[in-house]
């Protein structure tokens, strides 16, 4: 009798918990901290997932959400973005977006709630961007420090760049696409985005 007892009450822990994770993600946007928090509850959430698949699906509308993924695509090729037709320009959104999502879904899929650390918001620069600052907790190794930038879309805060350890992800990515675009034009950085990518989700 127990151990049926037992049984139920497993099944039904199960059942809530898959019935919490079929539950569309839920984010707020209204103030850089929210949007930060946002994003750490939402990688806690995808991770439950074991299929890099199932993680990118949860994420890419959040990542979209918390982070203005254009401005971002835009500046790290701000030398040659006037020179490019719309539809390069769209092409090379679409191949940024999908790889920053996949990212995400690749790298964060064993995080918890005591993952990441308490976050603290500075004030406003001159520009009115908002600096977020966390870190990450690692077993036996020293946390990994975490800068966001965020600055204004009409109503929304979005992340428009992340210093991890003193290191900038924006400026990794100009000093790379600029290489690479120098090499083999707009249709060569695309298909490096997509093959990153690709080997992302090979794993």
């Known amino acids: 009798m127990q151990s049926r007892r037992t049984f139920i009450v497993s099944a039904a822990a199960v059942l809530a918990e898959l019935r919490a994770f079929a539950q569309p993600l839920r984010w707020t946007t209204d103030s850089a901290t929210g949007t930060i928090a946002s994003l750490q509850q939402g990688l806690i959430a995808a991770s439950r997932s074991a299929s890099i698949d199932e993680r990118f699906r949860t994420l890419e509308p959040l990542i979209a959400a918390t982070h203005d993924l254009r401005y971002i695509a835009e500046f790290a090729l701000r030398r040659q973005w006037s020179t490019l037709a719309e539809a390069d320009r ?93 090499a083999g034009g707009i249709a060569g950085l695309i298909a490096e985005l997509e093959q990153q990518t690709l080997r992302l989700e090979r794993g």
Do not use: C
Request: net charge positive; no cysteine.
């Open 90 to 182: 769209q092409r090379f959104v679409a191949a940024f977006e999908r790889l920053s999502v996949m990212t995400y879904a690749a790298r964060f899929k064993a995080v918890g709630v005591d993952t990441f650390r308490p976050m603290k918001a500075e004030p406003a620069d001159a520009s009115g961007r908002v600096q977020v600052k966390t870190a990450i907790a690692r077993a036996n190794q020293p946390d990994v420090s975490l800068e966001y930038l965020l600055q204004r879309d009409g109503e929304d805060w979005k992340i428009i760049n992340v210093v991890a350890d003193g290191v900038s992800d924006l400026a990794l990515k100009r000093a790379e696409y600029q290489r690479v675009f120098a």
